[in-house]
């Protein structure tokens, strides 16, 4: 058994730094004063950093001069003059830093075994247990130890190279910062789905919320090559690949679910199937779920098949914490958000609407529509409403068209898409031609106003 620390390589690191100072941004990455075991080292690697920092020559004499006395009572000359004297290698500086890194690891997790036992000793759920832990094992080796705070001119080096990446993408025709989602005028107007980004598709019961997310997933993972995990408060999977192949196939979902497809619709139902199956898409069935086992699932799958993209279905049947109900969907709201930062994916959260949009004579539905709205208006990135008018007006002119009104959007406009509903394939598409709401004088067909959606290839 190793010893959780090295006095030989904390030695040699510091020599180095001491030795050649140009190596002291290479060597000092993902490393901070607590990194050293013994507390004369991190004393001496706190003045390093502090004698860079002020633009001043670093070597053992200056760094001697800012500290003066260790916290032993040794005086800091001769302690940093030994440093430079026993380093073996300056060479060898990488090395001893990845030995600092590893054995200060070490000791964290020793410190988080013993979290751990405390942690199993508490009255949560199993779950929310384990959930904890992964987050706790997660953090250690998680980025970079040194200060969040950083000046702007350090970012601006960095953004400029994203700016060159995003140039690249326009000449190489592609204008998604994110995931597409198969309908090319959401994308125009999202930019795609984008990684942290906690997108509410929200609606009444019946107008395609849930469609219009499994959509998401699917073209992701069939179309884009992504893997997405699709996890569903009440459907089983056997019931999402229905609709997942449904979808891809255009095939009618009644005919899937009475068995008929299998002759009515043989060629396309292998064929989408086949397509599906290649795809990384999964599902997983969690009644009575929490954010905590969701979040812990989400984990565990990013490690073993990767992760591009989350979708919850639905917020209203999820276990929050809290004393009410509103302190319970705030709990879920914020914990699907960090989520989506967390591992860096966009997180679909399908969403029931409140009444209160059906007393109003325009019953398409706004942000204070949502369920316990508050807390889902301020964590939510981007809220997604889907409204079909033909489910309140019979004679409507939209027959077979769908809104998807952008209600709220960081750094994106709010507004309305068109796109066309397939109810009977659980699908919604493209439109062929270009939407307009009809003036009251005019009393075209729909088959005037559009010859079908488009297909994708």
């Avoid at 879920?332 to 997180?347: D, N, Q, T, W, Y």
Wanted: proline share 3%.
């Amino acid at each position: 058994m190793r010893d959780p620390y090295s006095l030989e390589a904390e030695h040699g690191l510091l020599g180095a730094m001491l030795q050649r100072p140009e190596l002291i941004e290479t060597l000092s990455d993902d490393l901070s004063a607590e990194s050293f075991y013994f507390a004369e080292n991190a004393e001496v690697f706190r003045a390093i950093m502090a004698v860079r920092a002020a633009n001043r020559s670093v070597d053992f004499l200056t760094v001697a001069d800012h500290i003066s006395t260790l916290p032993n009572g040794d005086s800091a000359l001769a302690y940093c003059s030994e440093i430079v004297r026993s380093t073996p290698s300056v060479a060898s500086a990488g090395t001893y830093a990845g030995i600092v890194r590893e054995r200060a690891i070490d000791r964290a997790l020793h410190d988080i075994g013993a979290r751990a036992i405390e942690i199993s000793q508490t009255n949560q759920d199993t779950q929310s247990k384990i959930a904890e832990i992964q987050a706790a094992v997660m953090s250690i080796d998680s980025g970079s130890e040194t200060d969040d705070v950083v000046k702007v001119s350090d970012v601006l080096a960095a953004q400029v190279d994203v700016w060159q990446e995003r140039f690249d993408r326009h000449l190489r025709g592609e204008t998604l910062m994110g995931l597409p989602t198969g309908l090319t005028e959401l994308d125009e107007k999202l930019g795609g789905l984008l990684p942290g980004q906690l997108i509410i598709v929200a609606g009444r019961p019946a107008m395609g919320k849930t469609t219009l997310g499994m959509g998401f997933a699917t073209f992701a993972s069939v179309h884009a090559g992504k893997s997405a995990l699709v996890v569903s408060m009440e459907m089983e999977e056997g019931a999402l690949t229905d609709r997942a192949i449904a979808s891809e196939g255009r095939i009618p979902l009644g005919a899937i679910k009475n068995g008929t497809a299998c002759e009515s619709h043989a060629e396309q139902l292998a064929v989408a199937s086949y397509s599906v199956s290649q795809a990384n898409l999964f599902f997983a069935h969690r009644a009575g779920g929490t954010v905590g086992r969701i979040r812990s699932m989400a984990r565990r799958h990013k490690m073993r098949y990767g992760l591009d993209l989350l979708m919850v279905d639905y917020l209203q049947l999820l276990e929050g914490e809290g004393g009410n109900r509103t302190e319970a969907v705030s709990s879920i709201s914020r914990g699907f958000k960090l989520l989506a930062v967390e591992l860096g994916i966009p997180v679909v959260l399908i969403s029931q609407l409140s009444r209160k949009c059906e007393e109003r004579p325009n019953k398409r539905p706004i942000p204070s529509d949502l369920r316990e709205s508050g807390a889902i208006e301020q964590d939510a990135d981007i809220i997604l409403f889907v409204y079909r008018d033909e489910a309140y007006n019979e004679h409507t002119e939209a027959k077979g068209i769908a809104e998807i009104i952008i209600g709220k959007g960081r750094d994106v406009e709010t507004g309305t898409v068109r796109v066309a509903f397939m109810g009977q394939y659980n699908r919604f598409d493209n439109l062929a031609t270009k939407w307009s709401e009809p003036l009251p004088t005019q009393r075209t067909t729909l088959a005037h106003r559009y010859k079908g959606a488009s297909t994708h290839a």
